[in-house]
């Protein structure tokens, strides 16, 4: 059975950090794109960053990059975001999603497989 995992989310403040994981049981992400989504209360949900786990390119969105990356762990069974320096307005909801075909298009494609999301609440 393939399963995403999420998780890490919790409380930080503005211009703290914060790790969320994506963990994959049932198989391996190796031929995959892994995406990261977030969604913010009244808003719609939007692709952050991504990564091709077979080769370790990696798109981000303007509004994250220089902050956040995305990374996958030898084993190519998890895939990290890293979040830096992070502002009220990075406040949501984040996902995590695979498909093999997704990349390079990776922040907009469809994605077969998704975790769960993990809450990410910055304080100011």
């Known amino acids: 059975d393939v399963q995403l995992q999420a998780s890490g989310g919790g409380l930080v403040e503005a211009g703290g950090s914060r790790r969320l994981s994506c963990a994959a049981s049932?198989?391996?992400?190796?031929?995959?794109?892994v995406g990261w989504f977030r969604q913010a209360p009244g808003k719609e949900r939007e692709g952050v960053a991504c990564i091709s786990v077979s080769d370790g390119s990696t798109y981000y969105r303007d509004s994250v990059k220089g902050r956040f990356t995305v990374s996958s762990d030898n084993a190519k069974t998890t895939v990290y975001l890293q979040m830096n320096s992070l502002k009220p307005e990075d406040m949501a909801v984040y996902y995590c999603?695979?498909?093999?075909?997704?990349?390079?298009?990776?922040?907009?494609?469809?994605?077969?497989?998704w975790g769960q999301g993990t809450l990410v609440t910055v304080s100011s």
């Open positions: 049932g198989f391996s992400l190796d031929a995959y794109a």
């Open positions: 999603a695979a498909d093999p075909y997704a990349f390079p298009r990776c922040l907009t494609s469809p994605y077969d497989y």
